[in-house]
């Protein structure tokens, strides 16, 4: 199954492009390359695309720039209120929405870090999706989901800038007009910060080493997943940049265009993650009691089926990739033997309420009865499904729970396994395989 499908507009190609479309291919994402004219036809033989790339390094050798912004402006116009998202490949200055420009993506280019930014739109729009797929089983339980209602403008961010290098000045003059800095000279202040209370981004004005290290702690913990890490840099080799954004960039800023880019980069990827937040918020109002699970508060068992049905037909006409990830806590049966039911319940809203702030935004997850739970991961194909559902499994692993008027806490050591969402097969026994201990 296919990550997405990526249109590329390019009069001519360029040497220094001309190996990335192969490479994202290799990802996984369906790649179409097309001229300026032809855009609008290819979108509607091929099938919308998940995100739009202007070949504007290729523009910059033909002189034709503005051609190449009048396609874009062409492409958001045709989809209506349901825009393409756009992104400019080695432009410069802001993204501009009214003439399409959703993003802009600056020098260095390279494949990682294209493809983590295709990833993250993907990953929005999957939200989209899946709120008003939601809503559409909702309705199956004579349920009427809330609307979703995009964040307002809010405060100015809170932003915690990481290490105490020269450039912290720089940082201070480009933010500090619309944003509340937070400064940790070092990467345990920050860890601490982190702990202790939220921000809306992080800039790492760290080593490259450290930067990739913090990085790959953050992506690692279900709570910073998707907080927005912009770290600044020299003049990053295609090596280091590589590095950065396959540890989980969300964007590189060099110091040539520290004073001119900062601001900007943080003002996008906090807009975003709000965006993101503001999602997951309709996500939790939407639980009713119909659809919950009165235990735990996730979603109920038959609200998981009806809408993994629903998912396993889309995946059956689009070939979008979905996944279901399952979890099996043993220790219950021991908990309720030895300390009574009423300890048992009490174990499973802990780790039902873990498992509902762990799992992803887009993520749907239920109890199935007992001490099993199962999530269902839309737009997601297996190996992601795994990494994700590692990130769960090892918090679970490490919270200590109570247990009720025993003055005991207890470890548990989940059973998880995952499979693809098949697209024609019967959901029950593919649960009762995975519950089993079957497929990884």
Request: with cysteine; charged share 20%.
């Amino acid at each position: 199954m296919r990550r997405g499908r990526v249109l590329v507009i390019e009069e001519q190609s360029c040497a220094e492009t001309s190996g990335l479309w192969s490479e994202i291919q290799d990802e996984g994402f369906e790649v179409n390359l097309t001229a300026m004219d032809r855009s609008a036809a290819m979108v509607a033989a091929a099938g919308p695309p998940d995100v739009v790339v202007l070949n504007m390094i290729a523009a910059e050798m033909s002189g034709d720039r503005m051609r190449y912004l009048d396609a874009a402006a062409r492409l958001m116009m045709a989809r209506g209120s349901r825009r393409l998202p756009v992104i400019a490949l080695g432009g410069t200055g802001s993204p501009s929405p009214s003439l399409g420009i959703s993003e802009i993506i600056a020098r260095p280019i390279s494949a990682v870090r294209l493809t983590n930014r295709i990833a993250a739109i993907r990953r929005l729009a999957t939200m989209q999706a899946e709120a008003r797929r939601r809503a559409d089983t909702a309705i199956a339980f004579g349920v009427t989901m809330p609307d979703f209602v995009g964040p307002s403008a809010g405060a100015d961010p809170t932003v915690l800038v990481v290490g105490a290098s020269v450039r912290y000045l720089a940082v201070e003059r480009c933010l500090s007009p619309k944003a509340f800095i937070v400064g940790a000279f070092s990467t345990a202040t920050a860890r601490d910060y982190l702990a202790r209370r939220s921000f809306d981004a992080v800039v790492l004005n760290t080593t490259v080493d450290t930067a990739v290290e913090m990085l790959r702690e953050f992506r690692a913990d279900p709570a910073l997943y998707t907080l927005p890490v912009i770290v600044l840099a020299a003049a990053p080799d295609r090596e280091a940049t590589d590095q950065i954004f396959a540890a989980g960039a969300t964007e590189l800023v060099e110091d040539a265009t520290l004073e001119s880019d900062l601001a900007r980069v943080i003002a996008g990827s906090v807009a975003e993650h709000r965006f993101r937040e503001a999602l997951r918020a309709v996500y939790v109002r939407g639980r009713n009691l119909v659809t919950s699970d009165a235990l735990t508060g996730l979603f109920s068992r038959g609200f998981f089926m009806e809408h993994a049905g629903r998912l396993a037909e889309i995946a059956a006409e689009e070939g979008e990739p979905h996944a279901v990830a399952t979890l099996r806590i043993d220790e219950l049966a021991g908990i309720n033997a030895e300390d009574g039911y009423a300890a048992g319940d009490h174990l499973l809203r802990q780790v039902g309420s873990l498992i509902g702030r762990l799992t992803r935004g887009e993520d749907l997850a239920a109890r199935i009865g007992g001490g099993r739970f199962a999530v269902l991961m839309p737009g997601t194909d297996q190996a992601d499904a795994v990494t994700a559902l590692n990130r769960v499994s090892a918090i679970l692993r490490t919270t200590r729970f109570i247990v009720p008027g025993t003055g005991r806490t207890l470890q548990i050591d989940p059973v998880g396994r995952v499979t693809a969402l098949g697209q024609s097969e019967s959901l029950e026994p593919v649960l009762n395989g995975l519950f089993d201990g079957g497929t990884v």
